[in-house]
């Protein structure tokens, strides 16, 4: 009896990495981003090259437990912070995957937070120190935003 079933993804034969490898590959990169660090430095500080960092965070290479646990010494969080916000599909879905591309089941609010511009704006208000400020930082976004919403429902998001 011959098997022609495809491999699962992120095993050996398989061209399509793991959706959970992809995530923690995400989620090393929204963290690097955030703390304004290239791929380069955060590379130099694990021992490895910016290319393998690259690597990592497209999920094309699997990060290993001591790795990973290099990396959140580095970058200042837990090792479960790569493991949080995992779709449910991928977590309902595992050790198995259905779809072609691990993005394919991440809703686009998740996408958001790896928009460079969404990114910028964290890191720049991560910066304010005075919480008065803070909150009307975000009241003031609050209602651009609502405005927006209320006003211009079928207005498409600006290219980034």
């Known amino acids: 009896m011959t098997h022609n079933k495809r491999p699962l993804p992120g095993t050996r034969g398989s061209d399509i990495a793991h959706p959970v490898d992809v995530h923690v590959g995400q989620r090393v990169k929204l963290r690097r981003t ?12 694990i021992g490895l090259t910016f290319q393998q960092i690259q690597k990592y965070e497209r999920g094309a290479n699997r990060v290993s437990a001591s ?3 290099q990396l959140g010494n580095v970058m200042d969080v837990p090792v479960s912070f790569f493991f949080q916000d995992m779709p449910p599909s ?3 879905a595992f050790p198995g995957y259905q779809g072609e591309t691990a993005e394919s089941d991440i809703p686009e609010e998740h996408l958001t937070l790896h ?24 009241d003031v976004v609050r209602a651009i935003a609502e405005s927006e919403t209320v006003n211009a429902p079928n207005m498409p998001l600006a290219a980034e």
């Open 67 to 69: 790795k990973l646990w």
């Open 115 to 138: 928009r460079r511009q969404t990114l910028e704006l964290v890191r720049t208000f991560s910066k304010l120190t005075d919480p008065v400020i803070r909150k009307r930082v975000i």
């Open 90 to 92: 991928v977590r309902e």
């Open 34 to 45: 955030l703390l304004g660090m290239t791929q380069g430095k955060l590379g130099e500080s």
